[in-house]
């Protein structure tokens, strides 16, 4: 019972009687008996009244009996006062914070709508970023209506998070800077009394020191560099305030280190989102819809579902590329910092390609001939890309290679 208990809960699954653990088939005597104990079973010990089916098969000629039970659309389910999950291969209660979830989906409701603990609340900083994204003149009551930031019996648990203070305990996040080793500690910060958006503005004030643009002589030119691209490192921010699960009392934890950064949310993915979902980028299940809107309307957020992609997507032109580690209770992401290797080099001066040619041909003011290894050093670029500017410069006619292997020199036309 504690099994159908599991599958009412979770996940549709199948119970077959008349097979032993190691795959022995045995078979059912009495068919009609045990189909009538495990009917009765159901109906006296899980409740509410689960779905199933009970069922007959033959395998190796003996019968067998299969219980099917259903997903339930009014969980928790109940086994002696106690509902239970499947946890890989064997059955066990669920804890507290499941439990939750479990009534929550039973009454059709997200954490973020439940009536807020606190009913004194301000909303200075909500307002003040409404006044200047949408040019309203004040946060009214019924705008708050609209968000769902309150309700018939008051404000709602979203609207305690984007409160001033919504009181401690509640949303925490705790950002570090580590030095050569996690022992050594840079700074540390632990945000908590305030608002979601002030945590998510004070946490990109202090990446963006942390992970300051830089300037690097290349060539003849001084070039900016990243070393984390900012778009990744605000979607992965976003992703894990917006859909964090804030029915456990587990703040988000940002870990600032000299080769990477790592931000690490409570909860694991959505019910209903497949890792391979997740990874794609493709298929939006907010945790906190009402959050997510709100993040939307202040443009933090520019449309869902994207926010994987784009943190993929600003690894496009690094060999480095950040990395999704999902469990059952967590969602990290890993942000590397980048080298400006082959590939990005391939992105700055082939694309500009002809910027980088003017470059090349500046190299003959001072001498009547180069050489690939002028090219490379002069221009701060590798063999390879050296090898692809002054190939393209011979077929465009702009410089006339002479000679072959080491002598090959080449000079303007």
């Given amino acids: 019972m504690k099994t159908v208990s599991a599958f009412a809960n979770y996940l549709d699954g199948r119970i077959i009687f008349g097979i032993k653990d190691d795959r022995t088939v045995l078979g059912v005597e009495n068919v009609q008996q045990l189909m009538l104990q495990v009917e009765h079973a159901i109906n006296d010990e899980i409740s509410p009244r689960p779905s199933y089916t009970l069922s ?37 209660p669920v804890d507290a914070a499941q439990l939750r979830q479990l009534v929550l989906q039973g009454r059709a409701l997200a954490y973020e709508e439940l009536p807020a603990s606190k009913q004194d609340l301000s909303f200075k900083q909500l307002e003040a970023e409404f006044q200047k994204v949408l040019g309203i003149e004040a946060l009214n009551n019924d705008l708050l209506k609209t968000l769902g930031l309150v309700n018939r019996q008051g404000y709602t648990y979203a609207g305690q998070l984007l409160s001033d203070s919504p009181g401690p305990y509640h949303a925490s996040l705790d950002i570090a800077r580590f030095g050569e080793s996690s022992s050594i500690f840079l700074h540390r910060e632990s945000l908590e ?40 490192c605000r979607e992965a921010l976003v992703n894990a305030l917006v859909h964090r699960d804030y029915s456990l009392r587990v703040g988000i934890r940002v870990a600032a280190y000299p080769d990477r950064l790592e931000i690490t949310s409570p909860g694991g993915l959505p019910s209903g989102l497949s ?27 520019e449309r869902f579902a994207t ?35 082959e590939v990005h080099e391939r992105k700055v001066y082939v694309s500009n390609r002809k910027a980088v040619q003017q470059r090349v041909l500046s190299l003959f003011f001072t001498t009547e001939t180069i050489t690939r290894s002028d090219v490379e050093h002069q221009l701060g670029i590798s063999i390879t890309s050296a090898k692809r500017v002054l190939a393209g410069m011979v077929q465009s006619y702009l410089v006339k290679k002479e000679g072959d292997g080491p002598a090959t020199r080449y000079r303007r036309m």
Avoid at 78 to 89: F, G, H, K, L
Avoid at 201 to 222: I, N, T
Avoid at 275 to 301: C, D, K, T, W
Wanted: hydrophobic share 35%; proline share 4%; with cysteine.
């Fill in 275 to 301: 890792l391979a979902e997740y990874l794609s980028g493709r298929i939006s299940v907010p945790r906190n819809a009402i959050l997510a809107q709100v993040f939307h309307r202040l443009s933090i957020m």
């Fill in 307 to 341: 926010g994987v992609r784009r943190i993929q997507e600003s690894y496009m032109d690094f060999l480095q590329k950040p990395s999704f580690l999902v469990t059952e209770n967590t969602v990290t992401v890993v942000l590397p910092k980048v080298s400006y290797t």
């Fill in 193 to 232: 009394d305030c608002s979601v958006l002030y945590q998510y503005h004070r946490v990109l004030e202090l990446l963006d020191a942390w992970y300051a643009q830089y300037e690097q002589v290349s060539g003849f030119y001084r070039e900016k560099r990243i070393q984390i691209p900012r778009e990744a």
């Fill in 56 to 92: 007959t098969c033959t395998r190796e000629g003996c019968q067998l009996v299969v219980l099917s039970v259903c997903k339930g659309l009014n969980p928790p389910y109940y086994y002696q006062n106690r509902a239970y999950m499947r946890s890989d291969t064997s059955t066990a």
